[in-house]
């Protein structure tokens, strides 16, 4: 099975502390790592900063990925980015509705902090296929209607900024 990449957006300012309390309510023990910041002085510094949940009873684990930006490596208030990408890595052998559980446990989670899943906003196609050769239709077909409405909302944004 192919690794999944969901996509989350924080309402609120976000806390490195507040997501590794959410992925660790998800998976087990949390494994934070910070990039150094790359960039210049001229512009802003950016680090990425990656949260790794071991593997769960299922076999999946959860990899949090954020990126942080600040006005210089020393900055005591560096601000993290709106979106980030949670990537789901399955084990050999580990079912689809364990990866769905997965994914539906970390929304919840996420959610409770402020965070919105988005990534029906990014068409994840290779989900649906794999909801199809799994045998689960229906949440291939939730995920080809909300698909399906994301390009109808593209489709209207183009058209509309046509016109202008």
């Known amino acids: 099975m192919a690794d999944w990449v969901l996509s989350f957006q924080q309402s609120q300012a976000g806390t490195i502390d507040g997501y590794e309390r959410a992925l660790a ?25 990656s949260l790794v949940a071991a593997p769960g009873p299922g076999g999946v684990r959860i990899e949090l990925h954020l990126m942080q930006e600040a006005r210089g490596p020393d900055d005591p208030e560096p601000v993290l980015h709106q979106t980030f990408t949670v990537a789901l890595r399955a084990a050999a052998g580990a ?19 402020g965070c919105a899943d988005r990534t029906i906003d990014t068409k994840p196609t290779a989900i649906v296929a794999e909801a199809r050769a799994a045998g689960d239709l229906e949440t291939a077909a939730w995920l080809r209607e909300g698909i399906a409405a994301v390009r109808k909302r593209e489709a209207n944004e183009r058209r509309r900024d046509k016109r202008r």
Request: charged share 20%.
């Open 25 to 49: 309510t998800v998976g087990g023990a949390v494994t934070t790592t910070f990039e150094a910041y790359r960039g210049n002085p001229r512009d802003f510094y950016l680090r990425t900063i």
């Open 95 to 113: 079912s689809f509705a364990t990866k769905l559980a997965a994914w539906h446990a970390l929304r919840d989670a996420l959610a409770a902090i």
